[in-house]
């Protein structure tokens, strides 16, 4: 009877040795991808986290009025990708709704209002290191002041060219002005007036340009790749008449600008970034935008005229504050030498 039966113990080991072996591959498996998976993980909440922390620094280190165009200019095209395209129809300077139903908050709003994504990436990439500049050598209040007035009077310009060459049909027209570029194109044409006889070098041009053809030359470009506008035109024919004439007369004592902060700004004097106008910065070293490109070309023959070219630059420099013109005495209310 006992010869009928298999004891072959052996193999019922082996099977459960095999099954355990496999069981335990199978964790292992597991437990190798779950380590992939957490390092992986790792990683990534790293690289957010230092993302996170390059634009906090980066945030942070803005003044505060430049911070707040950026804050408001983000916030607005947020809104309007949400709500598609609703916001610019609200906000953006449309000659017919501007003159039509005096809706005048839109020479105001036309500037923040920036449409598209690159379109403002580009627009606070380019714009806010200069901005900076600007603002620590003029003050916030000031330089909050006059980016209100060349931002409206800018698009004041533009309703007007456009009521002189179309009119205000009865159908509506929904050509409109938006964005930050019509303003820093201006910044940069008033900067470029400075020393406009001063020879900058540009990564795409190879040799010297004087500083008051250059913003001809970028509507110049513009016009070649198909991105120019009326308003940025306006921006450019602004800068060259405030550079040259209206200077003399658009000037804001210190008297002024200590009664704004002790009024409207008064709740904001101690944020981060806010520079008062006893704060300012008197460094005339750093000059906005025309400092970036300014170099000296040893090899050219001329390089004795262009050093004392760029000596008489610098001088004018210690003499200017942007935006406000030549001769200014910092600290009193006498404006003009």
């Given at each position: 009877m006992?010869?009928?039966?298999?004891?072959?113990?052996d193999?019922?080991k082996?099977?459960?040795?095999?099954?355990?072996?496999?069981?335990?591959?199978?964790?292992?498996?597991n437990?190798s991808?779950n380590?992939n998976n957490?390092?992986?993980?790792y990683q990534?909440?790293?690289?957010?986290?230092?993302?996170?922390e390059?634009?906090?620094?980066w945030?942070?280190?803005?003044t505060?009025?430049v911070?707040?165009?950026?804050?408001?200019?983000?916030?607005?095209?947020?809104?309007?990708?949400?709500?598609?395209?609703?916001i610019?129809f609200?906000?953006?300077?449309?000659?017919?709704?501007t003159i039509?139903?005096?809706q005048i908050?839109?020479?105001?709003?036309g500037?923040?209002?920036?449409?598209?994504?690159?379109?403002l990436?580009f627009?606070?990439i380019?714009?806010?290191?200069?901005?900076?500049?600007v603002?620590k050598q003029?003050?916030s209040?000031?330089?909050?002041?006059?980016?209100?007035?060349?931002?409206?009077?800018?698009q004041?310009?533009?309703?007007?060219?456009?009521?002189?060459?179309?009119?205000?049909?009865?159908?509506p027209?929904y050509?409109y002005s938006?964005?930050l570029w019509?303003?820093?194109i201006?910044?940069?044409?008033i900067?470029?007036?400075v020393?406009?006889?001063?020879?900058i070098?540009l990564?795409?041009?190879?040799?010297?340009i004087k500083?008051?053809?250059?913003?001809i030359i970028i509507?110049?470009?513009l016009?070649?790749?198909g991105s120019?506008?009326l308003?940025?035109?306006?921006?450019?024919?602004y800068?060259?008449l405030y550079?040259?004439?209206?200077?003399?007369?658009?000037?804001?004592?210190?008297?002024?600008?200590?009664?704004?902060?002790?009024?409207?700004?008064?709740?904001v004097?101690?944020w981060?970034?806010?520079?008062?106008?006893?704060?300012?910065?008197?460094?005339?070293?750093?000059?906005?935008?025309?400092?970036n490109?300014?170099q000296?070309?040893?090899?050219?023959?001329?390089?004795v005229?262009?050093?004392?070219?760029?000596?008489n630059?610098?001088?004018k420099?210690?003499?200017?504050?942007p935006f406000?013109?030549?001769?200014?005495?910092?600290g009193t209310?006498?404006?003009?030498?």
């Open positions: 006992l010869n009928n039966f298999n004891f072959d113990f193999e019922d082996k099977k459960k040795k095999k099954q355990n072996n496999n069981f335990n591959n199978i964790m292992n498996l437990n991808e380590r957490e390092n992986n993980n990534i909440n790293n690289f957010c986290s230092l993302i996170g390059k634009l906090k620094i945030f942070n280190s803005l505060f009025i911070k707040l165009i950026v804050v408001i200019s983000i916030i607005l095209w947020v809104l309007d990708f949400i709500t598609i395209d609703y610019t609200c906000l953006a300077n449309i000659p017919y709704y039509g139903y005096f908050w839109r020479l105001i709003t500037n923040l209002m920036t449409t598209g994504f690159f379109n990436l627009a606070i380019f714009w806010f290191s200069d901005g900076i500049i603002e003029e003050g209040t000031k330089y909050f002041i006059y980016f209100l007035i060349h931002s409206t009077i800018i004041i310009t533009y309703v007007s060219l456009y009521l002189f060459f179309v009119g205000i049909s009865q159908r027209n050509i938006s964005g019509s303003y820093i201006c910044e940069i044409t900067n470029c007036l020393s406009p006889d001063t020879k070098y990564l795409c041009i190879p040799y010297p500083a008051k053809f250059f913003p509507l110049f470009i016009f070649i790749f120019f506008e308003v940025i035109f306006v921006g450019v024919g800068g060259f550079g040259l004439f209206l200077k003399k007369y658009l000037i804001i004592s210190d008297n002024i600008i200590s009664k704004f902060e002790n009024t409207i700004f008064s709740g004097l101690n981060r970034g806010f520079i008062k106008m006893s704060e300012k910065s008197n460094n005339s070293k750093q000059q906005p935008f025309i400092g490109f300014l000296n070309n040893p090899n050219d023959s001329d390089s005229s262009d050093d004392s070219e760029s000596n630059f610098q001088n420099l210690k003499k200017f504050t406000m013109g030549k001769g200014i005495t910092l209310d006498k404006g003009y030498k």
